[in-house]
């Protein structure tokens, strides 16, 4: 077995433990914009007026660029067994170099990192009660668990150069970052001064310009 699908392997094994074992609901996942009551005298904010929307917005808005997400990250792990599909998915031949592919390796490791690791202290300051994490990953980034994964999707892009891969990343983080932002806003709602500071003095994403 090659490095990269070794790599692979303990990046989607590690993934699927924290989804199983380790998971932490997001507020704005589909399963609560679809499922969860919405409140009979809703906040103000992005996250409540989506739980009022109708389900064929919601089916059009969140479930179906949600479910082309997954389908996108699924696709390195059917590589790994069909390594011959990957002529089939408009391949960048330029980018196929081993110095691209250890790059790649790196990225997938580091994204993992990041997000078990955010993943970890997010459930931590959740047993304190602590309300807000502010702490380790969450000092630099208010969403370090999503940069992991965002590191992730990449570093898979790298070992498998694609188009396809390449192409999906903008629809994806856009979806992503629609979730982002009703999560602040429900934040902002919910912790009032206390999450206007953190905002204030943490990045979004990165401190890199419009990361932030």
């Not at 997938?108 to 702490?135: C, D, E, N, P, W």
Request: glycine share 8%; charged share 20%.
């Amino acid at each position: 077995m090659e490095s990269h699908e070794l790599v692979l392997l303990f990046a989607y094994g590690s993934l699927v433990f924290e989804l199983v074992v380790l998971p932490i609901p997001s507020e704005a996942s589909t399963y609560q914009l679809f499922l969860r009551d919405p409140p009979r005298d809703p906040e103000q904010d992005r996250l409540s007026r989506a739980r009022l929307r109708r389900r064929r917005w919601k089916v059009v808005r969140y479930f179906l660029p949600t479910s082309l997400g997954i389908a996108l990250f699924l696709i390195p792990l059917v590589l790994l067994w069909l390594p011959d599909w990957h002529a089939a998915l408009w391949p960048i031949r330029a980018m196929e170099t081993t110095s691209i592919s250890a790059a790649g390796m790196a990225l997938v490791l580091l994204g993992r990192a990041v997000t078990f690791g955010a993943t970890l202290q997010l459930r931590r300051a959740k047993r304190r009660s602590a309300g807000l994490a502010a702490h380790g990953f969450f000092r630099h980034s208010r969403n370090p668990g999503l940069v992991g994964m965002y590191l992730f999707y990449l570093g898979c892009v790298l070992i498998y150069p694609s188009w396809l891969l390449l192409g999906g990343f903008l629809p994806y983080a856009l979806n992503m970052h629609r979730r982002v932002l009703m999560e602040e806003s429900h934040l902002s709602c919910s912790l009032g001064a206390t999450y206007a500071t953190y905002r204030g003095r943490v990045p979004r994403y990165l401190p890199l310009g419009p990361l932030r």
